[in-house]
């Protein structure tokens, strides 16, 4: 059984080496879809013998299904740049490959590094993820900047036990920069699919947004980084339904 690997990348040359290097043993083809990155991402990723194409950003999606395009084979796993296997879980994947994958899908656990520290509670505590999956059991799903792989068949499905893990942001300044990009990304996103918004909701939605990673997930218990986290997504969350109440003034 062949495995197509999938990353999308842009400006990602502290990551991109350990990523790649993380599915090399298990993988038939990784297949790099660059945004264009103007570091060293494109570099590393020929030095390493990857198929890169270069692609101009127009979302998460758009990127990621046109990386699904390229794969050869029919079972794919997808990774972002700043991610990577570990040793465990790699081990699991070779396991299912060498049984012909049976399931159609599977899912990861996902440890988040933010700023240097490992996030154990909140929003972004450990998160479970699908990045593996038979092409035409699944489509990709979500909006933009989050995206998520759905199953047609749910019940197919199966939970690795290993981790991956994800490097977030190496510092709280460089989320505080990243916070408007992914509200302005969210926005469109709601625009295009006929959302709508309120006073009420743009107020409302953060505060419970802040609320609930905070507290009710326990994100105090990270110390200042769940704080940072829990205020930094309340306040994206704010930008996103304030975009999208101006989109919709603009275009009446």
Avoid at 88 to 116: M, T, V
Avoid at 126 to 141: F, G, N, S, V, Y
Avoid at 197 to 224: N, V
Wanted: charged share 30%.
């Amino acid at each position: 059984m062949k495995l197509s690997v999938l990353i999308i990348t842009f400006n990602e040359e502290k990551h991109i080496e350990q990523c790649i290097r993380s599915v090399k043993k298990l993988s038939d083809e990784i297949i790099v879809v660059d945004s264009f990155s103007t570091d060293k991402t494109q570099e590393i990723c020929k030095r390493l013998e990857v198929k890169l194409y270069l692609k101009e950003y127009e979302g998460q999606i758009e990127q990621k299904n046109f990386a699904l395009s390229k794969a050869q084979y029919d079972h794919v796993l997808a990774l972002d740049a700043d991610e990577m296997l570990t040793d465990e879980l790699s081990a699991e994947i070779l396991s299912e490959k060498a049984q012909g994958f049976p399931s159609d899908g599977y899912s990861f656990r996902r440890k988040n590094n933010y700023a240097g520290h490992w996030i154990r509670y909140g929003g972004w505590g450990t998160q479970w993820k699908l990045r593996l999956w038979q092409k035409d059991k699944a489509i990709w799903a979500g909006s933009n900047p989050h995206d998520k792989v759905v199953l047609r068949n749910p019940h197919n499905h199966k939970m690795l036990s290993g981790y991956f893990l994800h490097f977030a942001f190496k510092s709280i300044a460089e989320h505080r920069e990243r916070i408007e990009t992914y509200a302005n990304l969210g926005a469109q996103s709601l625009f295009e699919r006929g959302e709508k918004t309120s006073p009420i909701l743009i107020i409302l939605s953060p505060a419970f947004k802040f609320l609930k990673d905070y507290f009710f997930r326990l994100g105090f218990l990270d110390g200042r980084m769940g704080w940072e986290i829990a205020l930094l997504s309340a306040k994206s969350r704010y930008l996103k339904y304030r975009t999208l109440q101006k989109l919709i003034k603009d275009h009446k």
